[in-house]
C-alpha cells in the first residue's frame, strides 16, 4: 500500500511540476510581449524599452546564489512554493504599475517576478530528476524541458495579443495629441496588462496552493549540511568551463535580444507591416521552432558528436541572421522566425560541455554558469543602444558576433584538456537545461 502511494505521489509530483516548467517559460516569452507595449504606452527607445530585459534577467544573476542557499535550507518543495508565492506577487504588482502608470513600478514588478522564476529553476530541476528512478530521470526532464518550450511559445500566442489588443499610436502621433488625451491613452494602453498579469497570478498562487496539499516528498539538496571546500577559482581553471560560461552568456543574450526584436522588427513597413498584435502571434514560430528542435536535436545527438552539431546549428544562425539583415519582406521575416529551431539545442549542449568532467567541481560550475544567465540582461541592451543608431534590422550584428563565438566554442573552445581534468571516476551529474 505505501509503494503505491509513493507511486501516486511521485507520478502526482511530476506532473505538477511539470506544468510549472511550462508557466516559467510562458512568463518568460511575455517580456517580448511587453517591449514593444510598453515602448509605446512610454514613448520610450529601444535603450530604455530594453531594460525591460535587463532587470528580468539580472535578477538571475543577483538571486541565483541566495535561490541557493534557500533551497538547501528549507527543501525542494517548500523552495517551489516560496518561487510561486514571490512570482504571483511580482504579477500581481502590474496592476498597480499599470494603474499609475509607472515604468518604475514596472520594473520592479518583473524583478520581483523574476526572482521567484529564479527560486524555481535552481529548485523545480534537480527536484523532478530526483523524483523516480535515476535510469529515467533524462526522460523526466526532457518532457519537462519541452513543457517549457510549449509555454514559451503559448502564452505570446494566446496572451500576446490580449495585452496588445489596443490601436498602437506612433510617438509623433501621440506628441500631436492634446496633453489630456496623451493622458488618457497612455492610462487606457497601460490598463491592458492589468486582467492578463492578475489572471497569472492567480494560477501562480492556485500553483502553490496544489504544491502544499499534494503529498510529494519534500527532498533536501543532497550534501546540503556539509561545506564545499572547493572555490570558484577553482573551477574557472578549466579552460573548457571558463569558455563556456561566457559561451551560456553569449548565447542567452542573443536568444533573448532577437526575441526581444522580433515584434518591432516583423512590424516595420519593410518586412511584414504587420500590427503588432498580429506580430506577437507569429513568436509562436520562434519558440515553437525550439520546442521541435530539442526533440530532433536529442535524436541527432546519438549519432552525432554535440560539439560539432552545436557548431553548425551556430553557423546555420548566423546564415540566417546575414539574410535577416540583408533582405526584406516575408524572406527577412521568416529567417528571423526560423533561428528559434536552431536555438534549440544551444543552452543545455553548452552546459553540458562546460560542466564535463569536472567531478567535485561540478556544483560550482554549475551555479557559474546559471549566473551567466545575466547575458540575457546586457547583450539585449546592448543591441537597443544600437538600433536607437542605425535601425532594427542592421543592429542583429549584435547578436550575430555572439554566434560566431558559439561556433568557436563548439569546434575548440569547448574542448576538454587533458592536463585539466578532475579525478577519473568521478563523472559529473547529466545538467538540466535551466533556460
Given amino acids: 500500500m505505501s509503494t503505491s502511494r509513493s507511486t501516486m505521489s511521485n507520478s502526482a509530483a511530476i506532473a505538477v511540476v511539470s506544468l510549472i516548467f511550462l508557466t516559467w517559460g510562458g512568463l518568460t516569452s511575455l517580456n517580448d510581449v511587453l517591449i514593444p507595449h510598453l515602448k509605446a504606452v512610454f514613448s520610450m527607445n529601444y535603450v530604455q524599452t530594453l531594460l525591460i530585459q535587463f532587470t528580468f534577467f539580472g535578477a538571475y544573476f543577483l538571486m541565483s546564489i541566495p535561490a541557493g542557499t534557500v533551497v538547501s535550507r528549507i527543501g525542494y518543495k517548500a523552495s517551489i512554493v516560496v518561487g510561486l508565492l514571490v512570482a504571483a506577487a511580482g504579477a500581481a504588482l502590474f496592476f498597480p504599475a499599470a494603474r499609475l502608470p509607472s515604468y518604475g513600478l ?146 542567452v543574450g542573443a536568444e533573448v535580444a532577437i526575441g526581444s526584436f522580433l515584434i518591432n522588427y516583423m512590424a516595420e513597413p519593410a518586412i511584414g507591416g504587420l500590427s503588432e498584435a498580429a506580430a506577437s502571434r507569429f513568436l509562436a514560430f520562434y519558440w515553437g521552432g525550439a520546442m521541435v528542435g530539442r526533440f530532433i536535436g536529442a535524436a541527432l545527438m546519438t549519432k552525432i558528436d554535440a560539439r560539432r552539431l552545436l557548431a553548425f546549428a551556430a553557423i546555420m544562425v548566423c546564415v540566417l541572421l546575414t539574410v535577416t539583415m540583408t533582405s526584406s519582406g516575408s524572406i527577412a521575416m521568416w529567417s528571423a522566425l526560423a533561428i528559434g529551431l536552431f536555438n534549440s539545442i544551444m543552452f543545455p549542449t553548452i552546459f553540458t560541455t562546460a560542466i564535463e568532467r569536472l567531478g567535485t567541481l561540478t556544483s560550482k560550475a554549475s551555479s557559474l554558469l546559471v549566473m551567466a544567465i545575466v547575458g540575457g540582461a546586457l547583450i539585449p541592451l546592448a543591441q537597443g543602444a544600437l538600433a536607437d543608431r542605425v535601425g532594427i534590422q542592421l ?27 578532475a579525478p577519473a571516476g568521478t563523472p559529473a551529474p547529466r545538467p538540466s537545461a535551466m533556460h
Avoid at 550584428?397 to 581534468?421: E, H
Fill in 395 to 421: 543592429s542583429f550584428v549584435i547578436p550575430l558576433v555572439c554566434y560566431v563565438y558559439i561556433i568557436w566554442y563548439g569546434l575548440r573552445g569547448s574542448r576538454v584538456r587533458g592536463d585539466a581534468l
Fill in 106 to 251: 514596472f520594473l520592479t514588478a518583473l524583478f520581483v517576478l523574476a526572482s521567484g522564476i529564479t527560486l524555481l529553476q535552481v529548485s523545480a530541476n534537480p527536484y523532478i530528476a530526483l523524483l523516480g528512478p535515476p535510469e529515467s530521470s533524462h526522460s523526466r526532464l526532457t518532457f519537462a524541458q519541452a513543457l517549457n518550450s510549449f509555454g514559451t511559445t503559448a502564452f505570446p500566442y494566446f496572451i500576446g495579443p490580449l495585452i496588445l489588443a489596443g490601436t498602437v499610436l506612433g510617438a509623433d502621433q501621440i506628441a500631436a495629441m492634446p496633453m489630456a488625451d496623451q493622458i488618457a491613452y497612455r492610462a487606457s494602453e497601460a490598463r491592458s496588462v492589468e486582467l492578463p498579469y492578475l489572471m497569472l497570478a492567480g494560477g501562480l498562487l492556485l500553483l502553490a496552493v496544489f504544491v502544499v496539499t499534494m503529498r510529494i516528498p519534500s527532498l533536501r539538496a543532497e550534501g546540503a549540511s556539509t561545506r564545499d571546500p572547493h572555490t570558484f577559482g577553482e573551477a574557472l581553471a578549466h579552460p573548457h568551463l571558463r569558455w563556456g560560461v561566457l559561451g551560456i552568456f553569449m548565447y
